[in-house]
């Protein structure tokens, strides 16, 4: 009885909301449906994004968007709802929608959506970022910074599918007071959920407005680029349904550009590309991506499926190259402080900069504190070095390496802004190493003696190997000198 009164009241609770899940765990996953004109309709795979997802999450109550995934369906013949939403919409029923009758064949995939059931993260940047809140007695409930550490951190990014975290911080939360959970968590970093971790009660039922948890994870790894010998420039692939699919250029510019860098934290978009391919023209999944050019995420933009691609999207980064190496030496082995390698006065040193071998050519360029002046030296086996004879105070400052490549990227048209032009894209890029930090020493007494002590040890040996060398000489020439036996014997024959 018990069990029929709560599927009833699910029922209602369905029909009043106008969405419901089907064949899922439970009611924050499964197939999503949408009553449309008094029926029961499945939502269109094509068009259904994360936005769309995110609208669906939010009006069940049921937290973040953890993952959007298709499920193969092989009826006929049947009637979808095509669902388009913005993105901030506090449910489906704020999105447009229409009918949309689909043909055998075309679109034989259920939309599989899972929701956090009891986690969730509000007013951030993206769907991987903001104040944390948990779910408990069916209410929503602000995490305490004192109740949560790094441990649970992991585990909330892992069950929203949001990699790994990156930031965890107590911050402003305006003029508004949130409602603070008591439960401290003690999770051990490996949970699948943070509700399945071991908590406490804390003794102070209130928290403070400026201690609410904020977090922010790495994001999910869905987005790669490939073909363009660079994790920051290629061809731009999506992660979905556990396959990776292309980008069809159709749409693409530098505002999708420039959201698949950010995600990347490859620096800024220098150009869109539109490249060809093996497949260019053939019958394949992939995606038509269109973005605002704020979204923290490419799954944040309009993203639906197509089933033909003539040429696919790309995408170069300001950060294509990767940081190089900056690297101290000196003919005596220096000292360390806290700051960084001591010099030696009146000694020299040389300063090394290197990177991996990713692209030929190029050069270092290394800025003199002390003039601010920059000396260049091309790059040989991709490294350099810049020789200093004798170390001074002036020279004790802060050094960084800067390596510059005149990269050309192969791609059919491209874009940095205006219109399109035919390719190879060709641009001058740079990278910076981190900052080097030299100090100033004098050689310490005991080395300075136990140097002079081996200098004259040096000068004793090589003079003492002289003089030996000098006398076996002398009695060498005295032996071979004509007559002088001769003059030996009467020498001792005046004796």
Known sequence: MLTVLILVLSCSSAEASGVRMLNGEDSCSGTPLVLY???WRKVHSTTFDYRAAAALCRQLDCGNVVAVSERRDWKWKEIRVDVRCEGQEAGLSQCRQHDVDIAPGFDGYNTFLICSDSVRLVDGGGFCSGRLEVKSHQSWTTVCEADFDWQDAEV???????????????????????????????????????????TSAREEHTCTRRSAVVLTCSGPDDVRLVG??????????????????????????VREAGVACRQLRCGRAVAATHAGGERAGQLDWAFEVHCTGSEAEVRACSVRSV???????????????????????????????????????????????????????????????????????????????????????????NYRCVYHNLVIYKCVRF???????????????????????????????LAAITRLVFVVFLL??????????????????????????????????KK
């Open 37 to 39: 004109n008094g029926l």
């Open 228 to 253: 363009g010998h660079s994790r920051c420039a290629g061809r731009v692939e999506l992660r979905h349904s556990g396959r990776w699919r292309r980008v069809e250029a159709d749409g693409w510019s």
């Open 307 to 397: 089933t033909f691609v003539w040429e696919t999207a790309g995408v170069v980064c300001s950060d294509l190259l990767v940081q190089p190496s900056i690297f101290f030496s000196a003919p005596i082995r220096p000292s360390r402080d806290l700051q960084g390698p001591a010099m030696f006065r009146g000694h020299s040193f040389t300063i090394t900069c290197s990177t991996q071998p990713q692209y030929p050519g190029g050069s270092f360029h290394l800025t003199l504190p002390w003039n601010n002046i920059s000396h260049a030296h091309p790059a040989v086996n991709h490294s350099a070095s810049f020789p200093f004879p004798a170390a001074d105070d002036y020279h004790q400052r």
């Open 460 to 493: 004793m040996i090589s003079c003492w190997i002289i003089f030996l060398i000098d006398n076996k000489c002398a009695n060498f020439f005295m032996t071979k000198t004509p007559g002088h036996k001769g003059a030996a014997a009467a020498v001792q024959y």
């Open 156 to 198: 909330v990014c892992r069950e929203l599918g949001c990699g790994s975290p990156l930031t965890l911080q107590g911050a402003l939360s305006g003029e508004e007071k949130y409602q603070f959970g008591t439960n401290k968590f003690q999770c051990i970093g490996t949970e699948k959920h943070l509700l399945t971790c071991s």
């Open 415 to 445: 874009s940095f802004g205006g219109g399109w032009y035919s390719g190879p894209f060709i641009h001058n890029f740079s990278s910076k190493s981190e900052i080097l930090t030299l100090t100033m020493t004098d050689l310490p007494l």
